[in-house]
């Protein structure tokens, strides 16, 4: 009986030594970067058919030209922004053969199945994502749909989200930032794909210090717009300036109710 527990014993504590050589052996594990540095929240340009019948110019104008970059990431790219969505809840594993953080799920978009498996490689203080998806539906297998890198601590990165397996070539990039704090953050996007909107960007920016604690700045190439919009995302009030649409450089606002009125002082 001895014997037996001082063999159990010597087991146990090489199971350990062991565990722990692996542990020490791993990378540091990274912060993943934010949902909005890929994924901002445009869901206060929404409206229901009532409020589409009232005066709401000033709103309407700004969620038109919202939606110009809500349906490339909700409609073309949707896919990788899905995935990656789908990776913030999951818990990572560490792959001691290829030396990097994974993280591995499925999803659905538009009745299809898909994987993703995202890994991090920490390279110093700095990490490298690769974010491949496949789907026996589709007849993917692996295809880098988005990658990008960020500081270990998940403050400050970039994106790169290709257009399709058909067609591998940048759709979208995107630069990001937040304080420590994270009541400051930044998301860039820039359009690469080729056509009338080539060069456009949205810089999307979180404040939670200001009254007005969303905006989004658009550059239109298509059009030569260069549009400001701020908001309140809890009560929905806010303000656009647009000189070639309004023909002046004033803000013109609107209230909870997404009526226009008169800007305050």
Known sequence: MKKLLSLMLSISILFTACNSDNEAEQDPKPVLPPEYSMAPN???????????????????????NVGVYSA?????LAIPVTAFKATISQNPIYDTDSGVWVWETSFTNNANDFSIRLTADVV????????????????????????????????SGTWTLYESPQKPTAWITADWSRNEAQTVANANFTI???????GSYINYAIDDENNLDRSVEISNTESGD???????????????KSEKYFGDTDFHCWDEDLQDVECAN
Do not use: H, M, P
């Open 192 to 198: 690469e794909k080729e056509g009338d909107l080539l």
């Open 124 to 155: 110093d203080a700095n990490v490298n994502w690769v974010g491949s998806i496949s789907s026996t539906s589709l007849n993917v297998e692996n295809f880098v749909w988005f990658d990008g890198q960020s500081n270990i601590d998940g403050n």
């Open 226 to 240: 260069l549009i400001e919009i701020y908001w309140n995302q809890e009560l929905k009030f806010g303000r656009v």
């Open 72 to 76: 490339i990431l909700t409609g073309g």
């Open 42 to 64: 445009f869901d206060d340009f929404k409206a229901d058919n009532n409020q589409r019948n009232q005066t709401i110019e000033n709103w309407f104008y700004s969620a038109l």
